[in-house]
Every structure is written in C-alpha cells, then in structure tokens.
C-alpha cells in the first residue's frame, strides 16, 4: 500500500506542475489552452539543448526560457490586437507541435524517437529527483499564488479586472504573468517526462496538457482540489498500468485510455460549484 502512495505521487509530478499553471491561467481569465503543445516542445528542448551543451542543467534553463519566451511573445501579441486568447492558445498548440517537428528534423534529421549516450539517467533516481522537485516547485508556486499580494492580483483579474484597474494596477500585466507562470510549469512538467524516459518521443505528454485543464476544473478552480484531482488521474493511471499484470487479455489502448476515462467520468458526476462571476 506504501509502495502504491509513493509510486502515485512520484508519477503525479509532471501533471502537478501542468495543473498548477493552468491553474494560475483560468484565474486570469486567460485559460491556458497551449499546455499540452508546451510540454512537447519543452520535453524536445531539453533534449535538444542538454545534447549539444552537455549539460542537462543548460538543457532545462535553455528550455524553460525559450519556452516562456514563445509564450510570452504570443501573450503581448493577443493583448494589443485584442485578439481571441482561446483560438490564439490553440494556435499555439499547433505551432509548437510543428517547430519540434522542423527543428528536429534540421538538427538530428528525424521526428522520431531521439536518443543520446549523453541524455541517459537511472530511471528509479531520474523519477525521484524529478519527483522532489516537482513538489518543491509547486509549493512555491502555492506560496506565490496564495501568499503575496501579486499572487492575489492574478487571481482577482480574471472576475474582479475593474478593482485592479481602479487602483492603478496593469491587468494585461497580470494575465501577462499568469500566462508566463502557466509556459514555466507545463516546460518543467516536459524536462521531467523527457529526463524519466532518458530521451525525447513525440507526443510525450500523452495529452497530460489537457489532463491539467480537466484537473483544474475537477478541482472547482482551488488549489487543494486540483490536487486532489491530479491524486485521483494519477491513481487511475497507475492502476491502468498495473492491469495489465492481473488481466493479461485487457486491451492496451483500453488501459492507456483508463486516465482519460476517469476523468470523463468525474467532469460529468461531480457538480460545478464555481462561483458566479
């Protein structure tokens, strides 16, 4: 039973992070519909840049900063034409997709799988350092978001935009940062999945992007609900691999899909309670 709490939230770590920056984005009101396409471009830099470094600690600075360059760039962009953050997030999702893809292809001539002597950990270390710095990472942000007052400025922008703008405060500042805030998290969210696999895959995140989202809502927009939403997808998942061991004739893709199931399942039986707005 031990084994079972710390294997869950050990692989709990790349969705908590994701969660917590979509998180931070619904409270802008800017919902951060690009996480997903984020996590793949990350998990692709990180291999990428620690390769041709050789340093895995330049790989996630490299990524992590040029993925939130991307982010933020396209954030300055929607908020002075005015345009749809939604259809611009979505955007967004299609455009890291195929920057991986070209990149890939320009730097190691493949979009396939991409390995490397030099990208290579232990996979039960990998997953607890990963795992620890998950937890740490996302205490800080809690602390941030719940803690400070620039913390309460994001989460009143996205409701309450008019009290902040009657005190002087930039609201296209705010959900500047809590867009940012959201690209920082789901980029360490995609380092953690490519240094757990030793090597970068397309499509890594598996959809924990939009797993993050359904966390979110699951949690009625709190941030001890979205845990405990992570906890629950993350539970169904290990379960889902577990299976497999006890029911050898179960369909695969029935079992990778287990997660997504259970998240269906919750959206549809757990009732809203958000607050009107």
């Known amino acids: 039973m031990q084994n079972a709490v710390f294997s869950i939230a050990l692989l709990s770590a790349p969705l908590l992070l994701a969660s917590f920056g979509a998180l931070t984005s619904e409270y802008s009101g800017r919902m951060a519909v690009f996480l997903?396409?984020?996590?793949?471009?990350?998990?692709?830099?990180?291999?990428?840049f620690s390769v041709l470094t050789g340093s895995f600690i330049a790989g996630v600075f490299l990524s992590v900063f040029c993925c939130t360059l991307i982010i933020f760039v396209s954030i300055r962009a929607v908020e002075s034409l005015h345009a749809n953050p939604f259809l611009a997030s979505l955007g967004l999702n299609l455009?890291?997709?195929a920057l991986a893809s070209v990149i890939s292809v320009a730097l190691f001539g493949t979009?396939?799988?991409?390995?490397?002597?030099?990208?290579?950990?232990?996979?039960?270390?990998?997953?607890l350092w990963t795992g620890v710095v998950a937890l740490v990472f996302t205490a800080v942000g809690f602390a941030f978001l719940y803690g400070t007052k620039y913390g309460l400025y994001i989460r009143i922008t996205g409701k309450d935009a008019d009290v902040l703008v009657s005190r002087g405060i930039d609201?296209?500042?705010?959900?500047?940062?809590a867009w940012c805030i959201a690209a920082f998290y789901g980029s360490l969210a995609g380092c953690i999945l490519s240094f757990r696999l030793s090597s970068?895959?397309?499509n890594i995140?598996?959809?924990?992007g939009w797993l993050a989202l359904a966390a979110v809502f699951l949690g009625r927009r709190t941030g001890w609900g979205m845990t405990a939403a992570v906890i629950v997808l993350c539970a169904a998942e290990y379960v889902a691999a577990n299976l497999q061991n006890v029911f050898q004739n179960i369909a695969s893709p029935l079992l990778i899909a287990l997660p997504y199931i259970a998240s269906l399942a919750l959206i549809v039986l757990v009732p809203d309670t958000k607050r009107g707005e």
């Open 36 to 48: 997903d396409g984020i996590i793949n471009l990350s998990a692709f830099f990180c291999y990428a």
């Open 95 to 97: 455009f890291t997709g």
């Open 111 to 127: 979009r396939g799988v991409l390995t490397s002597s030099l990208f290579s950990f232990p996979a039960a270390s990998a997953r």
């Open 171 to 177: 609201v296209s500042a705010c959900r500047t940062a």
């Open 200 to 202: 970068f895959v397309p």
């Open 205 to 208: 995140s598996s959809g924990r």
